[in-house]
């Protein structure tokens, strides 16, 4: 079993949109596949056509307690016969936003409880849908991956999100003694515009071993299915066939080698792994203030 978190501290970037693309991707390929909305927004959840679930996310990491998470898993909305193998999901609701605040009083597993929880989970490929912050929610998902992928998106400030999340993906990688790998820099949501082009050369220049290609296109198509819960092959609309094709080479070099942050010196210098140049205020170094080292 492979699981890769999908991640980002940016709202907006498409983060669900490429989880549900590849997860569709994988399931058109035949691999047992399970989305895990970890994100309170629940978009994954609903984007997968999942209303009102009984049992969520939620109870499996409040629980504490093995296979926990594998009871919480639920099948999908989407039609099955799209698929080799349909994705499953386990899902969200807005009730994860209260667990973070609880999680932060643990003094001993508040970054492993989903770990604990996805042990005897049966499935080929894990996709875990992280919230939009570098919160407990997130380390509990980087903790439990084997994989990071990183959405971000052509903009002026993409660059310097990138750094920081690899910044501090790579202090956790570091206190899990490099069993966290960073599988690529999704680049989702590129417009046939100049200044797309231009900040995705930036990406490409500052994390040349990192970035996926090809980038994701911005396309109506992607946008019409989320909107209606459906996997992208459940169209029939011009840009559907140029979009799989995408989604499903990104899927290929996610799964493909992926980086060892330890080894990984980005362009321009710094090294990814080990401590970061400048000090962060995020969960990393909160828990470790509250609880010592993790």
Known sequence: MVTVAI????GGVGKTTVALGLAAMAGRRGLSTVVVDLDPQANATSGMGVWEPAVTVDAAIASERPGALA?????SGWDPALFERAPRIVPSSPALAQREPQLAMDP????DRLAIAAEGLDADLVIIDCPPSLGLLTVNALFAADKVAIVTEPGAWATDGVAQILRNVARIADRRHGALEIAGIVVNRVARTRDA??????LVEAHPDLVVRPAIRMRAAVAEA????????????????AAIEEFDAVLEALLDEPVVLDRYEPAGG?????????????????????HGEL
């Not at 001993?108 to 970054?111: N, T, V």
């Open 226 to 241: 989320s909107a209606a819960s459906l996997p992208l092959h459940a169209l029939d609309r011009d840009g559907v066939a």
């Open 7 to 10: 991640v980002n501290q940016k």
């Open 197 to 202: 082009r231009y900040w995705d050369d930036q």
């Open 270 to 290: 710094g090294l990814v792994g080990g401590e970061p140049a400048t000090g962060d205020n995020t969960a990393v170094g909160e828990l470790e203030a509250v």
């Open 71 to 75: 009871e919480a898993l639920v099948d």
């Open 108 to 111: 001993i597993g508040a970054q």
